[in-house]
């Protein structure tokens, strides 16, 4: 193909793209599909690439990225990006209606009101009709050229359709994450044990600032603009102005509104504080603007904000309450989060009983203390933040929280890199919620996709030892006639192999019980109905002689409530205060002797499960009574629920076949399902298209994993950790040996045996391969790639700069060297 015909080409293509975007985009249809869509975008990718000198700044390639900028340079706003003065109430409103009623004498006027986006403020600068740079906010007077990067959002118009646009102005606006990308972002995250973003915003700010544009295109990221600045636009209002953006093609939201005076605006105010919860973007307020430029510019600024225009902040919505607990989640990673443990309190339309309070530094920040009456705001966050504490409610004696130092599931000390923020628990191999967490990642729906069992199951097989990491699941079959008959419900009452484990009881009962998936409901319920907040409210009940008998529904939630201790691996200490005898008590109305006894034995009793035996062997009298009282209809509807609760013959073969299935999952699924730190579906997804075997991966070295487009520092890093330690190793030989896909299928990669053999290394540039491509040639012919001159090797393909120095060593030790062109002949023949 000559340059002209490409260049036809490209313009072709480029003006098919712009077509199929803006219908996209602004029209929301779509005449292709996606695969056509994007062959068309490759077919344009691949002309640019062959002929860099017909690339059009405009072009829509630049959608995708690609470009890299290791730092950006800051420039001067031509207009400064000043900010707009706040209110809260409708009297600051009318105190602002009544300066500018003052401001413009007897001139009527009107105002346009938009909602306050809370996004990052961009300013975009076209000259003759195309996007020339893009600049964030900075201080106001410099901001940093992200240019590339704003290229990558779809609705920005790289260049103008219609030629009635001024030739040089400049429109603002704010970037966003839209919310929908936002939460599917954090669930990618969760699902891949990484850090949750707090909010979308902090995240769109974070992801306009990333260096590779190809990344921030991933994001998905949108614009609203809501200003047009310039010499001379033609405009006499600032509805003028938005319809003239909208007219050419900017992304302006539809939601404002013009106004004729105050009470309307306030009507506006009124018809958006709930209306705009359902938005595609955070909001937090209205902003209001004199609608006429001329008046705008008669009523001029301030040092820091213009006197035309005001912005009216919505109330977040704020709570108060009691701090009862602060408890520790262990994340699959290790990672610890603490958490908020609330008395439930209604904010926004639901009830918040839990906030997560992130790490010690911000516990240390908050200096918040069990027992502290606390503020929770729920503002863009998904989760309700804990802002600060009431320190004129806290008790004098009140002390300091001491952050956790072991790990609250499995005791181990908590390590803390010097860079990071998180506690980490370290005993990755013996950590409860990191083994379960590790397996129900490794069964996921987009990795391995074994949905015969499910996270319970999962962990009654990790407690009964079944499972001690994710290759266990291919071996699960040889105990396929022992597992019959194991409780797969959390809920067990009794459970012979659990080793009792001691719950703090001084804790507030509430953050035990938040640790329990079950039974919180039920729990919450009997102690609302018992006028019970803590244990010691429960203790209280004890010393009181004036026991009233429990209703049913009360004895079936303090059933629940044993169910839950005894769930929980829990011992009730005797010497705590809180005994057996008395949850029984209130349990079985148990006469005074009957109490007395049950009371002496379970003393001898480490948990629920010893008393039962012991009673059982003990005192079956008592015991025969007690079931007696199970037979009450409404408890026996409960046990037997339990008692349907076990693995039977018919699910352990779905298991186990569902298991074998998942053996057919692509060598991309499988290295995602390993649950390598930071490797997410994507990574892995490249990582495999450049290795293709699990061998040579593991044996890459931080330049090769690096090599690979998408694959950063962080991510390189944690590879060759997971594959240094020895553990991880001998699970992937197990895998292995059991049959899991740790290549690529051979009809994808292997062309040829013609280097089968061979040991080939390249130096210098070459013309038509990037160097992972070439490896990935190499081996597809059955060759292997190595890293360094040494006299094994067969040839080196050398590049049009191959170094002088090392041309001299090769041919020292004798290596051949060929030319690509020769090497290309070799694998074609
Ligand atoms: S007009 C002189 N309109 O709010 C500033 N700003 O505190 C005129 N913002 O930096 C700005 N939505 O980032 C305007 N509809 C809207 C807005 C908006 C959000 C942001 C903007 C600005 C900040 C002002």
């Given at each position: 193909m000559?340059?002209?015909?490409?260049?036809?080409?490209?313009?072709?293509?480029?003006?098919?793209?712009?077509?199929y975007?803006?219908l996209?985009?602004?029209?929301?249809?779509?005449?292709i599909s996606?695969?056509e869509f994007?062959?068309?975008?490759?077919?344009?990718?691949?002309?640019?690439?062959?002929?860099?000198?017909?690339k059009?700044?405009?072009s829509?390639?630049?959608?995708?990225?690609?470009?890299?900028?290791?730092?950006?340079?800051?420039?001067n706003h031509r207009?400064?990006?000043?900010?707009?003065?706040?209110?809260?109430?409708k009297?600051?409103?009318?105190?602002f209606?009544?300066?500018?009623?003052?401001g413009?004498?007897?001139?009527?006027?009107?105002?346009?009101?938009?909602?306050?986006?809370?996004?990052?403020?961009?300013?975009?600068?076209y000259?003759?009709?195309?996007?020339?740079?893009?600049?964030?906010?900075?201080?106001?007077?410099?901001?940093?050229?992200?240019?590339?990067?704003?290229?990558?959002?779809?609705?920005?118009?790289l260049s103008?359709?219609?030629?009635?646009?001024?030739?040089f102005?400049?429109?603002r606006?704010e970037a966003f994450?839209?919310?929908?990308?936002?939460l599917?972002l954090?669930?990618?995250?969760?699902?891949?044990?990484?850090?949750l973003?707090?909010?979308?915003?902090?995240?769109?700010?974070?992801?306009?600032?990333?260096?590779?544009?190809?990344?921030?295109?991933?994001?998905?990221?949108?614009?609203?603009l809501?200003?047009?600045?310039?010499?001379?636009i033609?405009?006499?209002?600032?509805?003028?102005?938005?319809?003239k953006?909208?007219?050419l093609?900017?992304?302006?939201?539809?939601?404002?509104?013009?106004?004729?005076?105050?009470?309307e605006?306030?009507?506006?105010i009124?018809?958006?504080?709930?209306?705009?919860?359902?938005?595609?973007?955070?909001?937090?307020g209205?902003?209001?603007?004199?609608?006429?430029?001329?008046?705008?510019n008669?009523?001029?600024?301030?040092?820091?904000?213009?006197?035309?225009?005001?912005?009216y902040?919505?109330?977040?919505?704020?709570?108060?309450?009691?701090?009862?607990?602060?408890?520790?989640?262990?994340g699959r990673t290790?990672a610890?989060?603490?958490?908020?443990?609330?008395?439930?309190v209604?904010?926004?339309?639901?009830?918040?009983?839990?906030?997560?309070?992130h790490?010690a530094?911000?516990?240390?920040?908050?200096?918040?203390?069990?027992?502290?009456?606390?503020?929770?705001?729920?503002?863009?966050?998904?989760?309700?933040k804990v802002?600060?504490?009431d320190?004129?409610?806290r008790?004098?004696d009140?002390?300091p929280l001491?952050?956790?130092?072991?790990?609250p599931?499995c005791?181990?000390?908590l390590?803390?890199?010097e860079?990071?923020?998180?506690?980490?628990?370290?005993?990755?191999?013996?950590?409860?919620?990191?083994?379960?967490?590790?397996?129900?990642?490794?069964?996921?729906?987009r990795?391995?996709?074994?949905?015969s069992?499910?996270?319970e199951?999962?962990?009654?097989?990790?407690?009964?030892?079944?499972?001690?990491?994710?290759?266990?699941?291919?071996?699960?079959?040889?105990?396929?006639?022992?597992?019959?008959?194991?409780?797969?419900?959390?809920?067990?009452?009794?459970?012979?192999?659990?080793?009792?484990?001691?719950?703090?009881?001084?804790?507030?009962?509430?953050?035990?019980?938040?640790?329990?998936?079950?039974t919180?409901?039920?729990?919450?319920?009997?102690?609302?109905?018992?006028?019970?907040?803590?244990l010691?409210?429960?203790?209280?009940?004890?010393?009181?002689?004036?026991?009233?008998?429990?209703?049913?529904?009360?004895?079936?939630?303090?059933?629940s409530?044993i169910?839950?201790?005894?769930?929980n691996?829990?011992?009730i200490?005797?010497n705590?205060?809180?005994?057996?005898?008395?949850?029984?008590?209130?349990l079985?109305?148990?006469?005074?002797?009957?109490?007395?006894i049950?009371?002496?034995i379970?003393?001898?009793?480490?948990?629920?499960?010893?008393?039962?035996?012991?009673l059982?062997?003990?005192?079956?009298?008592?015991f025969?009574?007690?079931?007696?009282?199970?037979?009450?209809?409404?408890?026996?509807?409960s046990?037997?629920?339990l008692?349907?609760?076990?693995?039977?013959?018919?699910?352990?073969?779905?298991?186990?076949?569902?298991?074998?299935?998942?053996?057919e999952?692509?060598?991309?699924?499988?290295?995602?399902?390993?649950?390598?730190?930071?490797?997410?579906?994507?990574s892995?997804?490249?990582?495999?298209?450049?290795?293709?075997?699990i061998?040579?991966?593991?044996?890459?070295?931080?330049?090769?994993?690096?090599?690979?487009d998408?694959?950063g520092?962080?991510?390189?890093?944690?590879?060759?950790?997971f594959?240094?330690?020895?553990?991880?190793?001998?699970?992937?030989?197990?895998?292995k040996?059991?049959?899991?896909?740790?290549s690529?299928?051979?009809?994808?990669?292997?062309i040829s045996?013609?280097?089968?053999g061979?040991?080939?290394?390249t130096?210098?540039?070459?013309?038509?391969?990037?160097?992972?491509?070439?490896?990935?040639?190499?081996e597809?012919?059955?060759?292997?790639?190595v890293?360094?001159?040494?006299?094994?090797?067969?040839?080196?393909?050398?590049?049009?700069?191959?170094?002088?120095?090392k041309?001299?060593?090769?041919?020292?030790?004798?290596?051949k060297?060929?030319?690509?062109?020769?090497?290309?002949?070799l694998?074609n023949?």
């Amino acid at each position: 193909m000559n340059k002209e015909e490409a260049s036809q080409e490209i313009s072709s293509l480029s003006q098919k793209i712009n077509y199929y975007n803006d219908l996209y985009y602004q029209k929301d249809t779509s005449e292709i599909s996606d695969f056509e869509f994007d062959k068309l975008l490759e077919r344009l990718i691949e002309l640019e690439k062959a002929f860099p000198e017909l690339k059009q700044d405009d072009s829509p390639s630049q959608r995708v990225g690609g470009t890299i900028t290791k730092n950006f340079e800051t420039v001067n706003h031509r207009y400064p990006m000043l900010s707009l003065g706040n209110t809260y109430s409708k009297e600051d409103l009318e105190e602002f209606d009544k300066r500018v009623a003052k401001g413009l004498g007897d001139e009527p006027y009107e105002y346009f009101c938009e909602l306050k986006f809370d996004g990052v403020a961009l300013s975009l600068t076209y000259e003759n009709g195309k996007l020339v740079r893009g600049v964030t906010r900075g201080d106001g007077s410099r901001g940093d050229d992200i240019t590339n990067n704003i290229r990558t959002i779809r609705t920005v118009p790289l260049s103008l359709k219609n030629d009635t646009y001024p030739d040089f102005f400049e429109v603002r606006g704010e970037a966003f994450l839209p919310k929908e990308m936002f939460l599917k972002l954090n669930k990618e995250r969760e699902e891949q044990g990484e850090e949750l973003y707090a909010n979308a915003r902090n995240t769109a700010s974070g992801s306009l600032k990333m260096q590779d544009s190809s990344m921030v295109a991933k994001r998905k990221l949108d614009c609203y603009l809501y200003s047009m600045i310039g010499e001379d636009i033609g405009v006499a209002t600032h509805e003028e102005a938005i319809l003239k953006l909208q007219s050419l093609n900017f992304n302006i939201s539809p939601t404002f509104k013009k106004c004729k005076d105050i009470n309307e605006v306030l009507a506006y105010i009124a018809e958006w504080e709930t209306k705009r919860l359902d938005l595609p973007l955070d909001t937090d307020g209205i902003v209001i603007k004199v609608n006429s430029i001329h008046q705008q510019n008669k009523l001029g600024f301030t040092a820091k904000s213009p006197r035309w225009a005001i912005a009216y902040k919505y109330k977040t919505e704020a709570a108060v309450t009691l701090l009862r607990d602060i408890t520790y989640q262990v994340g699959r990673t290790g990672a610890i989060t603490p958490v908020a443990e609330l008395q439930p309190v209604l904010l926004a339309g639901t009830t918040v009983k839990r906030a997560s309070l992130h790490n010690a530094n911000e516990i240390e920040r908050l200096d918040i203390r069990v027992g502290d009456m606390v503020f929770v705001e729920k503002g863009g966050e998904i989760i309700p933040k804990v802002t600060h504490v009431d320190v004129s409610k806290r008790k004098s004696d009140s002390k300091p929280l001491e952050y956790i130092t072991h790990c609250p599931e499995c005791g181990t000390e908590l390590v803390r890199k010097e860079s990071e923020a998180k506690h980490y628990c370290p005993n990755k191999n013996g950590c409860p919620p990191q083994i379960s967490g590790r397996i129900e990642h490794f069964i996921s729906r987009r990795a391995m996709n074994i949905d015969s069992l499910g996270i319970e199951t999962i962990n009654i097989l990790i407690k009964a030892q079944y499972l001690r990491n994710y290759s266990d699941l291919y071996e699960l079959w040889r105990y396929s006639e022992e597992l019959v008959g194991i409780e797969i419900s959390e809920k067990s009452y009794i459970k012979e192999h659990e080793q009792p484990l001691c719950i703090n009881l001084d804790k507030s009962l509430f953050g035990a019980l938040n640790n329990s998936k079950v039974t919180s409901n039920q729990i919450e319920g009997l102690l609302r109905n018992l006028n019970i907040i803590e244990l010691g409210d429960l203790l209280a009940l004890r010393e009181s002689q004036d026991l009233l008998p429990l209703s049913n529904k009360q004895r079936l939630d303090l059933l629940s409530f044993i169910r839950f201790l005894n769930s929980n691996k829990a011992l009730i200490n005797t010497n705590n205060g809180l005994s057996i005898s008395i949850i029984f008590k209130y349990l079985f109305n148990l006469s005074q002797l009957e109490f007395e006894i049950i009371d002496s034995i379970s003393k001898h009793c480490s948990s629920i499960y010893d008393l039962f035996k012991n009673l059982k062997v003990e005192n079956s009298e008592i015991f025969n009574s007690l079931n007696r009282d199970l037979e009450d209809k409404s408890l026996a509807l409960s046990i037997q629920k339990l008692k349907n609760t076990t693995l039977q013959e018919k699910s352990i073969k779905t298991m186990i076949d569902g298991i074998e299935l998942s053996k057919e999952q692509p060598f991309e699924k499988v290295l995602f399902a390993l649950g390598i730190p930071f490797i997410g579906e994507t990574s892995a997804k490249l990582i495999t298209k450049r290795f293709s075997n699990i061998d040579s991966l593991m044996n890459a070295d931080r330049d090769q994993l690096l090599d690979i487009d998408g694959v950063g520092e962080i991510m390189a890093d944690s590879v060759l950790s997971f594959f240094r330690d020895n553990e991880n190793r001998a699970i992937i030989n197990s895998l292995k040996a059991n049959g899991l896909n740790f290549s690529s299928s051979s009809e994808e990669s292997t062309i040829s045996n013609v280097l089968s053999g061979m040991k080939i290394l390249t130096s210098g540039t070459l013309e038509g391969y990037k160097r992972d491509e070439f490896i990935k040639l190499v081996e597809s012919h059955g060759g292997e790639y190595v890293k360094s001159v040494s006299k094994k090797l067969s040839f080196i393909v050398a590049g049009e700069d191959m170094g002088p120095s090392k041309r001299a060593k090769a041919e020292k030790d004798g290596i051949k060297i060929i030319s690509e062109s020769e090497f290309l002949e070799l694998i074609n023949n």
